[in-house]
């Protein structure tokens, strides 16, 4: 049963205001944040009430924690339902959707620690004891970096041989530090800058970036006597201009159609034997995800996150038209933890793999590590180092340590 709720404004990894909330139980606590974006899709629920977080935290007691007062922690579809009521808005905009996923997740910890179990277990019921391989962030573009980076957002790799957790984000560390030093050769004046989410910030072409990434993957590879995969997010609704109908390289100089888009990004499947590409297409563009999926979806798992905003509606629309194979999952993208439930059982349940992840503005928080493990997601995407994103990789390497019986995802 709910005692109290507490509000906070706290720090993210760009400096900039988030919240945190504390719910308390009769013998329970539990503490979540929200993270925030930078390429934000439009269909995301409204992260902050539009006049900011101040009026909301000073309305906080009266507006939110009485309503919750009293009610049990466990029922997590009736809390959020009570948030979405108070709220009032079909976007969340009223209360915002930060707010809220805060408040979820919090009450869902808040019930786990008074059975003294781990989030991982008790919201996990049927969970596979199986791992997550992290897709580790390694070089930052386009909005999570400067001017001269390259143009496409992030340049990931996934170990997809590791054999443990431990291993496999050693491994990522292990390639992130490499890329850096073939950075370092291609380019003397880089002074080793990183990007929003940990990755490198160079001032290198999208090519060179893909080439060099490629090269430690293998160079790595070989090292450790694993197979690490290139991957990336082009996060192609930052690229695109509406008025021009085009996906705009502005580094490279180059413009291209839909059709030219699917052809540039096929291309970089077959060349770097891609194993994750989220994002290739805007957030509207379901004829470009559907003809690359159509292409590619056989060899690469071809991801939407802009186009499915965590939202089981229009994931259903993109499983009408086969327009990807695998879907990001951002709880605050969509608000609830119930929702973002939801959204993972509509993925699994047709052939969509879905991918928890973390925001480029991010906490300490590491509950994403556990709604991973709890709803056998197969890959989670938190960067590579950092310290808001080993938060959530070390507690996988705890998780991992905990659990009985436990072996890496099925990928
Ligand atoms: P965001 O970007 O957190 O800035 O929205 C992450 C992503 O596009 O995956
Ligand atoms: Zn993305």
């Known amino acids: 049963i709910i005692e109290d709720v507490e509000i906070r404004k706290i720090l993210d990894s760009r400096g900039n205001p988030t919240v945190e909330v504390d719910v308390l139980t009769e013998n329970g606590f539990g503490r979540a944040a929200a993270p925030s974006g930078a390429s934000t899709g439009i269909r995301e629920v409204t992260a902050f009430p539009e006049d900011g ?3 909301i935290m000073n309305d906080f007691g009266s507006r939110v924690a009485l309503e919750l007062i009293g009610i049990d ?11 979405k009521e108070i709220d009032g808005t079909d976007n969340l905009s009223s209360l915002g959707g930060n707010i809220i996923v805060a408040i ?3 009450t869902a910890k808040a019930a786990s620690s008074s059975y003294n179990m781990p989030l991982y277990s008790f919201l996990g019921g049927n969970m596979k004891n199986e791992i997550p391989y992290p897709l580790g962030n390694m070089i930052n573009g386009g909005a999570h970096a400067g001017k001269n980076a ?3 957002q992030e340049f990931l790799v996934v170990p997809v041989g590791a054999k443990n957790i431990t291993e496999a984000v050693f491994a990522n560390s292990r390639v992130h530090k490499r890329i850096g030093e073939l950075i370092k050769a291609k380019d003397k004046s880089f002074t080793g800058g990183k990007g929003d989410e940990g990755g490198w910030a160079p001032n290198l072409t999208n090519e060179d970036a893909l080439y060099i990434q490629a090269k430690a993957c293998e160079e790595v590879g070989d090292e450790l006597g694993i197979e690490i995969r290139p991957s990336m997010d082009v996060a192609a609704s930052s690229l695109w201009d509406d008025k021009q109908e085009k996906y705009v390289y502005e580094r490279e100089g180059m413009l291209r159609n839909s059709g030219e888009q699917v052809d540039f990004v096929e291309d970089i499947i077959n060349t770097y034997n891609m194993f994750f590409m989220e994002d290739p297409f805007h957030e509207n ?4 995800f559907t003809e690359l999926t159509r292409r590619s979806g056989n060899k690469c798992l071809i991801c939407g996150d802009d ?3 965590t939202n089981a509606e229009l994931l259903q629309k993109g499983i009408d038209v086969g327009a990807a194979n695998a879907i990001i999952i951002k709880p605050n993208q969509i608000g609830t933890l119930s929702d973002t439930y939801k959204t993972i059982k509509l993925a699994k349940d047709n052939g969509y793999v879905p991918v928890v992840s973390h925001r480029s503005g991010e906490t300490t928080d590491e509950t994403i590590a556990h709604l991973a493990v709890a709803f056998s997601c197969p890959l989670i995407k938190t960067g590579a180092i950092g310290g808001e994103r080993i938060a959530k990789l070390n507690e996988l390497i705890r998780i991992e340590k905990q659990m009985i019986n436990v072996t890496m995802a099925k990928i």
């Not at 922690?73 to 948030?83: E, F, P, R, W, Y």
């Not at 563009?285 to 470009?288: E, K, P, S, T």
Request: proline residues 4%.
């Open 307 to 309: 186009i499915f905003v």
């Open 73 to 83: 922690s466990q029922d997590t579809n009736l809390i959020d339902t009570i948030l």
């Open 285 to 288: 563009d379901f004829n470009g």
């Open 53 to 55: 977080i101040d009026n």
């Open 104 to 106: 979820s997740l919090a």
């Open 150 to 152: 390259p143009d496409i």
